[in-house]
T-cell receptor, first 114, second 109 residues
Framework: IAGITQAPTSQILAAGRRMTLRCTQD?????MYWYRQDLGLGLRLIHY???????GKGEVPDGYSVSRANTDDFPLPLASAVPSQTSVYFC?????????????FGAGSRLTVL | GQNIDQPTEMTATEGAIVQINCTYQ??????LFWYQQHAGEAPTFLSY????GLEEKGRFSSFLSRSKGYSYLLLKELQMKDSASYLC??????????FGAGTTVTVRA
């Protein structure tokens, strides 16, 4: 089934540890995004990639660094997790053409940093 | 930057109509989206408006006034399954969507 796969679904992590939130899509979409969703704040864009090999900063990029080596994958590494990174993370993708860029979202990864 | 406002919560009765308003102030505008998000799930696309006017899609309709920076989502014949958060989002054409905080709609029997 075509779509976006995120892993892990849920994770509890000690502060200072490293981990990578994984995101893979099989729709050959050009553009991919990472959002975080926090209660009362809605979805906020962390980083995006319009095409493989390029990335850009969103609204809340601090503490996150991304790269995109190929079309299908857009991982979000956490080098040294901090409690403020506790959130639900959604990966999304779209064809990337201008106009009605309807985003397809993954199921989300719930991260708790203690 | 983008500033998108929508009410935090709304409650309505099954079978009724609810209108969710969204106002926005953006640097550039190339369309407004509405997404539905059930608790614990991913957002899913509902509607897209780029021109002024009303777009109807079954029980859901979305309206846009670009001069007023205003949109609404109209949910008719409410069903219990419509209990969800509704997210207003705006794009300025650079492939990025900026979202409002969302409106949680609770449908009561």
């Amino acid at each position: 089934i075509a779509g976006i796969t995120q892993a892990p679904t849920s994770q509890i992590l000690a502060a200072g540890r490293r981990m990578t939130l994984r995101c893979t899509q099989d729709m050959r979409h050009n553009a991919m995004y990472w959002y975080r969703q926090d209660l009362g704040l809605g979805l906020r864009l962390i980083h995006y990639s319009n095409t493989a090999g390029t990335t850009g900063k969103g609204e809340v990029p601090d503490g996150y660094s991304v790269s995109r080596a190929n079309t299908d994958d857009f991982p979000l590494p956490l080098a040294s997790a901090v409690p403020s990174q506790t959130s639900v993370y959604f990966c999304a993708s779209t064809t990337g053409f201008s106009g009605a860029n309807v985003l397809t979202f993954g199921a989300g990864s719930r991260l708790t940093v203690l | 930057g983008q500033n998108i406002d929508q009410p935090t919560e709304m409650t309505a009765t099954e079978g009724a109509i609810v209108q969710i308003n969204c106002t926005y102030q953006t640097s550039g505008f190339n369309g407004l989206f509405w997404y539905q998000q059930h608790a614990g799930e991913a957002p899913t696309f509902l509607s897209y408006n780029v021109l002024d006017g009303l777009e109807e899609k079954g029980r859901f309709s979305s309206f846009l006034s670009r001069s007023k920076g205003y949109s609404y989502l109209l949910l008719k014949e409410l069903q219990m399954k419509d209990s969800a958060s509704y997210l207003c989002a705006v794009t300025n054409g650079d492939y990025k969507l900026s979202f409002g905080a969302g409106t949680t709609v609770t449908v009561r029997a």
